[in-house]
């Protein structure tokens, strides 16, 4: 729920015709409960504007199943009737607040390919850093000494190696890691958060949170005056596992946040890496738990460029190859960092077999993929 001094309720006729998607998108998301599964049944059912016009109207039968709960759908027709949308929409702009719908340029391409997709995404700072290799380095926030030493190394390490880090800011692990990589001052950092961007939370991260947006990104998909409710951080972890070639795990206990993270990169194909730590650790029981489960060991930042399909010697702290074309990009994301052929990324990018053979030979003589018979690979930072 947004917060009590957000603006009141204008013309919503006057509203309806002036103000682009997103505006109604950050109104729907605003709403009390409305997570990403609300809010999809929510876009199902009706445009963005008709969904706002239909909580203001009549009681839906449809609108009131979506909520669930008697009282939870008169909260909706509530904020529908006192929220101002376009002043909300405003709101989010004077804070520097970017705004992207799933299909529209501006949304992460990366994010627009995962197999549950955020409807909208929230970002303060430069979203297009949301590109080339990225790792997230995750684990409990009541990691030892020995897991925020490791989390820092790797974050420094890989940031130095043109390599993106990404976590969810939370204490422990996650500060650690992206204290390493603000250090290098190389690849920008990208980080995911659950909760408003005009809340930084933990409270003790608000530093971190500004250094990593102007030196990088904050995502989310929680508009401003967003609290940070429990159920928004398992959210918040499927699209850290989304945006990340690889996922590894510092310190973790044998619950929690971090596990959860495992799971959905399990789910995305993700390689999983795991710190091994001490046996008598119980931070570090769920590590030993993912090793013994068949997950490659993490020692360095070494281990993780060989799981990128880089190594040290390859690895570049700057990219001085030219920006690629809006369709190279587009087969850049594709691609991933895996080998595919021609028809795969056809498929996955909806392009013409014409315009991918054009990006392929593009990126091949700029030096961002490599072509061995009919495979694809993109290639990592080079010197």
């Known amino acids: 729920m947004v917060a ?7 013309n919503l006729a006057e509203q309806a015709g002036s103000l682009p998607v997103e505006a109604w998108l950050v109104a729907l998301a605003s709403l009390p409960a409305v997570g990403p599964a609300r809010l999809r049944a929510l876009l199902a059912a009706h445009r963005p504007s ?3 016009a239909a909580l203001r109207g009549r009681p839906s039968p449809e609108l009131m199943r979506i909520a669930g709960k008697p009282d939870l759908y008169e909260q909706w027709q509530r904020a529908a009737a006192t929220l101002d949308v376009a002043r909300l929409w405003a709101w989010h702009r004077e804070h520097g607040v970017g705004v992207a719908a799933l299909g529209t340029p501006g949304y992460p391409p990366t994010l627009s390919q995962d197999l549950d997709p955020p409807a909208v995404v929230f970002h303060r700072g430069d979203p297009q850093v949301v590109r080339g290799p990225r790792v997230a380095i995750v684990g409990t926030r009541r990691c030892t000494r020995y897991g925020s030493d490791v989390a820092f190394d790797l974050g420094r390490d890989l940031a130095s190696a043109g390599v993106g880090v ?3 800011l939370a204490l422990g692990i996650d500060s650690a890691a992206h204290a390493g990589a603000l250090q290098a001052q190389v ?4 980080a995911v958060v659950g909760n408003g961007m005009d809340k930084p939370y933990p409270e003790r991260n608000r530093a ?3 250094a990593v947006a102007d030196q990088g990104v904050l995502l989310g998909e929680a508009p401003l005056g967003a609290p940070p409710e429990r159920w928004r951080f398992p959210a918040r972890n499927r699209i850290i596992a989304a945006l990340a070639d690889v996922v590894v795990v510092v310190e973790s206990h044998a619950s929690g946040g971090s596990m959860h993270t495992v799971a959905e990169a399990a789910a995305r194909d993700r390689p999983v890496l795991a710190v091994p730590g001490p046996v008598r650790s119980s931070a570090s029981d769920g590590c030993l738990e993912l090793l ?4 490659a060991p993490c020692r360095d930042a070494d281990d993780v460029l060989l799981a990128l399909g880089m190594s040290g010697a390859e690895a570049a702290p700057l990219d001085t190859r030219p920006c690629p074309s809006r369709i190279g990009q587009q087969v850049l994301d594709a691609l991933g960092w895996q080998p595919a052929d021609a028809e795969q990324v056809k498929g996955r990018t909806g ?7 054009g990006a392929v ?7 961002w993929v490599a072509v061995s018979g009919r495979w694809i690979e993109r290639v990592g930072v080079t010197r």
């Open 166 to 168: 990404i976590s969810g």
């Open 187 to 190: 690849a920008p950092p990208i």
């Open 292 to 295: 013994r489960d068949g997950c």
């Open 208 to 210: 971190l949170w500004r």
């Open 4 to 10: 009590d001094d957000t603006p009141r309720a204008g």
């Open 50 to 52: 008709a969904v706002w």
């Open 361 to 367: 030979e593009e990126l091949r003589i700029t030096g």
């Open 351 to 357: 392009l013409a077999m014409a315009e991918v053979a």
